[in-house]
């Protein structure tokens, strides 16, 4: 036994892609890495929020030890269901301006939740090649059959469509609105037209990486694109911008329903702890407003991903605030990694199995917090390093 885990690590070692768990003492935006403060370039805090030290005090002033629950003891279908669920649920149908919303513990228990409770042996599920982890296994652990398409490649999806769907009961069309490892987006007008060709045809848009940051009020790109109504499983999750935990979909009356009585990963777990929820309606009603450092965050972004698309060639197109550098050996994007973290900017190497081999790559995620000084440095160290490879 002790054998095979050791002879796997070691290819895992000697493949380059041998991870650890770092233990890191933050400071706002700032992370204490070998001896110094590093501008975390890591994280999905897009707006900022969770390093906000006034929020957590305004947050704290209006908490007293009655709301401060820590543990809610059961599974919502139990008594884990307080209150504050109905508040955030009924806040998050209003925004959305859609029938209903369900809240979860977090998008991985939503991506793997409701692909398989809302599909049988007779549907067909599509997703894109690059979807996330937890999506993929959503499908695994689906009755369905699943195609993945090529990235962002509608034709193929369209053909699929035309051979396959009278030969299933319902087909689901999966996919992200900006994709987590390229930054990239999916065009989701199109999406929307495709499906309406089809009775039998849904749409689940996993909006991780959008929410907070897009869209007017940040409820992600369906409403900046004003489909909201037309996505049937619109994903969002309260982990990234929203600097809480859990998750929720946006979606109508039956369809919460029926996951309520059929969802695995809502039944058979403990419902979030109130003053969790708490924090994430206090946030979610602060981060609506934040339309300037939406507009700083696109700004920098543009900055970041204009010149470095030209390095990553037509494959690799971001056009939000993750912005890849693809490298293409392991070792050169640890390598590289460590050289920009040495000019003061905490930023990490993503290596296969999370991306496809041979596209290991700086993976930076801006943050509101990121000012535009930090930015215009970060790309001349980038381009730098580049001309010296
Ligand atoms: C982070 C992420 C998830 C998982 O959300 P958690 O709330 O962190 O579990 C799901 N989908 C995508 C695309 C993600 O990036």
Redesign the pocket.
């Known amino acids: 036994m002790k054998n095979i885990f050791q002879n796997q690590l070691s290819t895992i070692i000697h493949n380059g892609n041998y991870r650890t768990l770092s233990t890191l003492v933050h400071k706002k935006n700032k992370i204490y890495y070998e001896d110094r403060w590093l501008l975390n370039l890591s994280s999905?805090d897009y707006l900022g929020l969770a390093s906000n030290i006034e929020l957590r005090n305004e947050f704290l002033e209006g908490l007293t030890a009655e709301h401060f629950i820590a543990g809610s003891s059961s599974s919502r279908l139990l008594t884990g269901n307080y209150d504050v669920y109905n508040r955030l649920e009924s806040r998050l149908a209003e925004l959305y301006e859609s029938e209903s919303a369900l809240v979860f513990n977090?998008?991985?228990?939503a991506?793997i939740g409701i692909l398989p409770a809302v599909t049988t042996r007779k549907s067909l599920i599509l997703a894109d090649k690059l979807v996330?982890a937890?999506?993929i296994d959503g499908i695994r652990l689906s009755d369905a059959q699943c195609i993945r398409y090529r990235h962002n490649d509608y034709a193929q999806l369209e053909q699929i469509l035309d051979t396959k769907t009278s030969h299933f009961d319902i087909v689901i069309i999966v996919t992200?609105s900006i994709f987590?490892m390229d930054g990239d987006e999916a065009e989701l007008n199109r999406l929307v037209e495709i499906k309406n060709n089809y009775q039998n045809v849904m749409l689940y848009v996993?909006e991780?990486?959008a929410v907070g940051v897009r869209g007017k009020q940040g409820l992600g790109c369906c409403e900046e694109r004003g489909i909201i109504s037309k996505i049937d499983f619109l994903v969002g999750?309260?982990?990234?911008a929203f600097a809480s935990?859990?998750?929720y979909v946006i979606c109508t009356r039956r369809c919460r329903d029926f996951l309520i009585n059929t969802m695995r990963t809502l039944i058979f777990t403990t419902a979030l702890p109130p003053v969790n929820l708490e924090w994430t309606l206090f946030i979610l009603n602060k981060a609506i407003l934040m339309s300037d450092k939406r507009m700083h965050l696109h700004k920098i972004s543009q900055i970041l991903y204009t010149p470095l698309n030209r390095l990553n060639g037509e494959q690799h197109q971001s056009c939000s605030h993750i912005v890849p550098y693809i490298v293409g050996a392991s070792e050169r994007a640890s390598h590289l990694a460590k050289e920009i973290q040495k000019a003061g900017f905490y930023v990490l190497p993503i290596r296969p199995p999370t991306v496809p081999l041979g596209t290991a790559r700086l993976r930076i995620s801006l943050t509101a917090d990121c000012s535009l000084q930090d930015t215009k440095e970060l790309l001349s160290i980038i381009m730098k390093e580049d001309k010296s490879e």
């Open positions: 999905n977090s998008g991985y228990h991506n996330h937890s999506l992200e987590s996993d991780a990486h999750t309260f982990g990234k935990m859990g998750a």
